[in-house]
């Protein structure tokens, strides 16, 4: 009997817990954060988020300045799935909902991160093959990828400076020579497309669909050039934290905990409390590292160079500390679903001795061109290796959010 009551006790909780996250999470879908619940008969719950507020004010600040028709940033510490960021924006339309957490937009070139991680850890390929492909380099014709012929218009390049250039042909070649839609669609899954990824965020599920005996579709795939992979702007911190964690996706989590303010009430410990979680090992180690020398390319010589270049202040952080690694992948296409416009992305990383932060950003205009997103992300890791240095050095230390200096204080003890 006590067993059973037992169970029948465990049962509600469960439900009741499920319940409470059902509510914040339409609240999330609606752009809202609830700070509190209320539960019929079970008295209210307060509810703490794993936000860092200062940092997505700085983002939004951006957005606001700039005035995108649309936008998105989201950003995780890789190491645990603490969302840190899930911020959205539209400068006419705030009622869309949160675009943070919808997939109908085009993946892009952002893919070519999946078709490189499969072509080096399958062992075909690193990042220092050589592969030789005609026409330019952001376009993707049928005769440039059956070709193999060698003519005066043959250019050849590594796989790590396609990466970085955002070479289609290439990359299609890649992934039509060398991966194959069986692997590439392993692989995808891996990243977490075709999956639900949280428990307590309401996002969409990425869509990746390979077809098998198409081989256009698989080389369009490959290299991003294409709207049937779709993800989310969340999709796009996962994808950028299994490469700077070593492979590893964590559950991704925006609530800290929640603990009851009437009705029944534990001292000892929140009725709700985030557990970093295991999601899936999308990669090797040893891929990571190269995935992330790629994505440095990207941003040192490749398509996100000259916005990061613009970032002031952002190149003293990295020249003074060789072990502070910043890298990316861009990738831009029309298409999505309400919105539809010009879709742009930066899906990136930050990695120093204490932390692995992802990022993601996306902005979608419909006519004219306002940011690139990779300018968003390049100001957002400005601010904080800035508010790093002040955390490592104690320097005003106590103007710093409280949230801020609770979380460097957990951090310490762990």
């Known amino acids: 009997m006590r067993e059973r009551h037992t169970h029948q006790v465990e049962v ?7 319940d409470i996250l059902t509510k914040i999470s339409d609240g999330f879908k609606r752009n ?44 995780m510490d890789a190491e645990t799935g ?31 991160v999946i ?14 093959s050589i592969i030789p ?3 330019r380099k952001h376009t993707l014709y049928r005769k440039n990828i059956r070709d193999s012929r060698s003519n005066r218009w043959t250019n050849s390049i590594s796989l790590k400076d396609a990466f970085a250039q955002s070479v289609n042909t290439v990359f299609a070649k890649v992934g039509l020579f060398h991966v ?61 934290s299994a490469v700077v964690n070593d492979g590893k996706i964590m559950i991704p989590f925006a609530i800290e905990e929640i603990n009851r303010w009437g009705g029944a009430r534990s001292p000892e410990k929140p009725f709700l409390e985030a557990r970093p979680e295991l999601l899936t090992q999308a990669t ?27 970032v ?29 416009g010009k879709c742009d992305w930066f899906v990136g990383y930050l990695r120093s001795p204490s932390r692995r932060i992802a990022v993601s950003v996306l902005t979608v205009n419909e006519k004219n061109w306002r940011v690139k997103s990779s300018y968003i992300a390049g100001k957002f890791f400005q601010e904080f290796l800035k508010r790093e240095e002040q955390l490592h050095s104690g320097k005003e230390y106590a103007s710093l959010p409280v949230d801020v200096r609770r979380r460097a204080a957990v951090a310490k003890t762990r």
């Not at 209320?38 to 005035?67: I, R, W």
């Not at 960021?85 to 952002?110: C, D, M, Q, T, W």
């Open 180 to 240: 194959g839609a069986v692997n590439l669609q392993d692989f995808a899954e891996r990243f977490a497309f075709n999956r639900l990824t949280s428990r307590d965020l309401p996002v969409e599920m990425s869509m990746a669909r390979i077809p098998a005996s198409d081989d256009w579709a698989l080389a369009q795939m490959a290299s991003g050039f294409t709207e049937e992979s779709t993800m989310s702007p969340l999709q796009g911190a996962l994808l950028a």
């Open 284 to 310: 090797k180690e040893e891929t990571s590292k190269q995935l992330r020398m790629m994505m440095m390319q990207t941003v040192t010589k490749g398509t996100s160079r000259k916005s990061f270049r613009k």
């Open 115 to 128: 078709t490189a991680a499969a072509a080096v850890e399958m062992g075909s390929l690193s990042g220092a």
């Open 82 to 112: 603490r969302v840190l960021s899930l911020l959205s924006y539209s400068r006419e339309h705030p009622e869309i909902g949160n675009l943070a957490l919808k997939a109908k937009f085009p993946a892009a070139s952002v893919f070519k």
């Open 32 to 75: 809202e954060r609830p700070r509190s619940v209320e539960m019929p008969g079970q008295g209210g719950f307060n509810v703490e988020y794993t936000f860092d507020t200062e940092l997505e004010d700085s983002v939004e600040d951006e957005f606001k300045a700039y005035k995108p028709d649309y936008a998105a940033f989201v950003a």
């Open 133 to 135: 492909f005609n026409g």
């Open 12 to 18: 509600k909780r469960v439900n009741l817990e499920n």
């Open 312 to 340: 002031r202040g952002l190149k003293n952080y990295i020249g003074k500390d060789e072990v502070i690694e910043i890298g990316g992948k861009t990738g831009s296409l029309t298409g999505g679903d309400n919105p539809r």
